[in-house]
């Protein structure tokens, strides 16, 4: 069955994955490439990047590249368009994340975190859109942080929903060219970005034991959870769903 372990859906499909050096991104590449796809990764540091091409494996192609500098942007898809010639999956993964007050919040905070969440996918969509063709689909990475509030999250929290608002006007934009465009909002997931926000070992550990507590299913998620709801969104199976956000946060918001 499509879907299932062994199913080949992206069969010589070109999938490129935006921050998909770690976590969800780099899920989602290995499965990509498992199900038959050319992937092609980006990130920022080198080591994570060599680590994830190993991991990947299937002649995956590890870039260096940061989404909030628009001119490798450009770089980028031009090596795209040389080696592969088209684009079939665009998935935008790469984001930061970090817990500041409001009074703490500096405009060049607000510049680097809305910089990396929301304008370089923003950009780096546009810049992909010519090698993007009917049937190709693009998938963004949001978050519940859009759909709940949580102190010290707002310029996070507002970049992603920006994100998710992308996802249902270029939806509604790109329809027309047959490119399907959809957005999963992870809730609690297991993911490198806890370690990256800045906050000190034993009030992160604190926030994730409030957090896993207001999970009704009471655990994280995984990265592979996840990267599960990214492939069917970029996969035929979804060929008539565009413009959704697809939530994968164990009942949070729903519930």
């Known amino acids: 069955m499509s879907g299932e372990p062994g199913a080949r859906r992206f069969e010589g499909k070109v999938v490129l994955v935006a921050g998909g050096n770690s976590g969800i991104g780099l899920a989602a590449a290995v499965a990509f490439a498992g199900e038959g796809a050319r ?12 680590a994830a091409q190993d991991q990947i494996g299937h002649g995956a192609l590890a870039l260096q590249s940061d989404i909030k500098d628009l001119h490798a942007g450009t770089a980028l898809i031009e090596r795209v368009r040389s080696d592969y010639g088209r684009i079939d999956v665009l998935f935008v993964n790469a984001g930061i994340g970090a817990f500041i007050p409001v009074e703490q919040v500096t405009e060049e905070v607000w510049d680097h975190m809305a910089g990396v969440n929301l304008k370089g996918p923003y950009f780096l969509i546009q810049k992909a859109l010519p090698l993007l063709g009917t049937g190709s689909s693009i998938v963004l990475t949001s978050s519940i942080g859009h759909c709940k509030g949580l ?6 929290a507002a970049a992603k929903a920006g994100l998710r608002s992308l996802a249902r006007n270029l939806g509604v934009e790109l329809v027309a060219r047959g490119i399907r465009v959809n957005c999963v909002s992870p809730g609690p997931i297991d993911t490198p970005l806890f370690t990256r926000s800045g906050i000190p070992a034993d009030e992160l550990e604190d926030m994730r034991e409030m957090m896993r507590g207001n999970v009704p299913m009471k655990r994280f998620g995984t990265s592979e959870e996840c990267a599960r709801a990214v492939l069917f969104l970029a996969s035929s199976e979804a060929s008539f769903i565009t413009g959704v956000d697809l939530l994968v946060d164990g009942g949070v918001v729903s519930f």
């Not at 990764?41 to 990047?49: I, K, S």
């Not at 102190?151 to 996070?156: D, Q, T």
Request: proline share 11%.
């Open 39 to 50: 992937v092609i990764v980006t990130g920022r540091d080198p080591a994570t990047l060599r």
């Open 151 to 156: 102190p010290g999250n707002s310029v996070y």
